[in-house]
């Protein structure tokens, strides 16, 4: 890469962040975006979206060809690094009654979210399928449908996966498809929001919470988006490693980015000798397959005590923010417009069969905070795990049932999981027809209830209640 060509990607970098700036101002000043719980990143990039030439041409600001076309292939990059996040720093084991119950809670909240995701997966082929019959002048691509359950469950930064893999792929709608995934996540982001806020309210007056026994109002810091009070302000890690040496973040970055560099020199040797099965692998695939064994290793050594889990967030969030913006501002509007009439059907159906399934799961195979479980895993299947998280916050401000555990392992599980499918997804869909697909995807649906259900009998309601929260 030339010197022009690293002064072209600073100037890039350089105007996500002014647009990153711009979006937390306006998270802050903007009582809609406060209410909406609006991440700084998504407004950032829909401003840069709206002010450049994607949808004016010449009227907006002149951004340079070579700029959005660069913010369009971020989020296939930038995406690496946050995928081998995912491994780092997991731990297993324990034993006993209390680690038997939270595993079988953690495998509920596991299948809940599985559920979702392939309910998504047949909503969206379903629709693609009526199009395809009754509105066959849209002429929808092949995988058309999958962005639902990809944009919801997965959120933005997933559209950088999905235009990722599919330029991998040679296909030629990687972007277009990467912009249906953006659309249906700020769908997915700001309908969850709304939903589930007006569900906490309604269940609160009803008595159907068990900590918050009436609607009260969001804290004002919480909704703008920064803590101005110091005394508040946490902390973003801990410190493993010394500064004499080599600084934490530093240290957790060189880890992650050692693991991607891995990660692509596997990939290219498949490629190079043209290996059967290896070579149709996307990066982020080999990436988190590296970053298991890199952990395993770790583990192994008895250094986990240097992995910190905040740090590592901290890197895919910085990773994510950048993704996001510059995947929503370069977003091909006009062609993405063709297809509203099925991206919105996919959209509505997909609240209410998302919301519906979730929390009738929930009520059913739960024992205790049935309710607060059902927020946490609506909001990270219509937007991403901080959704869940503040939706959980509202119901329960201080974390003291035992939902936010199970939620945050069961996340994890379910990230994995939906990046391994993905590519059976698309090839299922590349290469049969729908009866095919629908019993594939009926077959996932039907395989997390059975693991439901298989969860329910490991550990019996009968027996020890878990801090006495019982609704």
């Not at 068990?210 to 703008?224: E, H, N, R, Y």
Request: glycine letters at 12%.
């Amino acid at each position: 890469m030339s010197s022009a060509q690293l002064t072209q990607l600073m100037y890039c970098f350089s105007v996500l962040s002014v647009l990153l700036l711009l979006g937390t101002y306006l998270r802050g000043a903007v009582p809609l975006f406060r209410k909406l719980f609006l991440p700084a990143s998504v407004i950032g990039g829909f401003i840069g979206l709206l002010a450049g030439p994607v949808i004016w041409g010449g009227a907006g600001i002149p951004f340079p060809k070579e700029w959005i076309s660069t913010w369009a292939a971020l989020p296939g990059i930038l995406i690496v690094p946050v995928v081998a996040c995912v491994p780092l720093g997991m731990k297993f084991g324990g034993g006993g009654l209390s680690a038997g119950r939270a595993s079988a809670n953690i495998v509920k909240m596991f299948g809940v979210m599985l559920a979702a995701v392939s309910a998504q997966m047949l909503i969206g082929l379903c629709v693609r399928e009526a199009f395809v019959l009754f509105g066959p002048e849209l002429d929808l691509y092949p995988t058309f449908g999958y962005e639902l359950s990809q944009g919801f469950s997965g959120g933005h930064g997933t559209a950088g996966v999905i235009g990722s893999f599919y330029k991998g792929l040679d296909l030629p709608y990687w972007e277009l498809a990467q912009g249906v995934t953006t659309t249906t996540a700020t769908f997915g982001i700001v309908g969850g929001m709304i939903i589930g806020i007006a569900a906490i309210n309604v269940a609160a007056r009803r008595g159907k919470t068990a900590v918050l026994k009436k609607p009260g109002d969001i804290p004002l810091d919480m909704g703008k988006g920064f803590q101005v009070n110091p005394e508040k302000q946490k902390s973003l890690g801990m410190e493993t490693t010394y500064n004499s040496s080599i600084e934490s973040f530093t240290f957790h970055l060189a880890i992650i980015l050692t693991g991607c560099g891995i990660a692509y020199v596997i990939m290219n040797a498949a490629k190079a000798n043209k290996i059967p099965g290896l070579m149709q692998i996307p990066i982020w695939a080999y990436s988190i397959l590296v970053m298991f064994a890199v952990n395993f290793v770790i583990q192994k050594m008895r250094l986990g005590c240097l992995i910190d889990n905040k740090t590592k967030s901290r890197i895919a969030g910085v990773c994510s923010d950048y993704a996001i913006t510059a995947a929503i501002a370069s977003m091909p509007v006009r062609a993405i417009m063709e297809y509203i009439s099925p991206i919105l059907v996919m959209v509505v159906i997909g609240y209410v069969v998302t919301y519906s399934l979730i929390m009738f799961l929930c009520w059913r195979f739960f024992d205790n905070c049935q309710f607060e479980r059902g927020m946490a895993i609506f909001g990270t299947s219509t937007g991403v795990f901080l959704t869940g998280l503040m939706l959980l916050k509202i119901c329960d401000p201080d974390y003291d049932l035992p939902a936010l555990n199970d939620y945050s392992v069961g996340f994890s599980f379910v990230s994995v999981l939906n990046f391994v499918l993905l590519p059976v997804t698309v090839n299922m869909m590349l290469s049969y027809g729908f009866g095919t697909n629908l019993m594939y995807q009926a077959g996932l649906l039907a395989g997390s209830l059975i693991l439901l259900i298989f969860a329910r009998r490991i550990f019996k309601p009968a027996a020890v209640r878990e801090r006495g929260w019982q609704n």
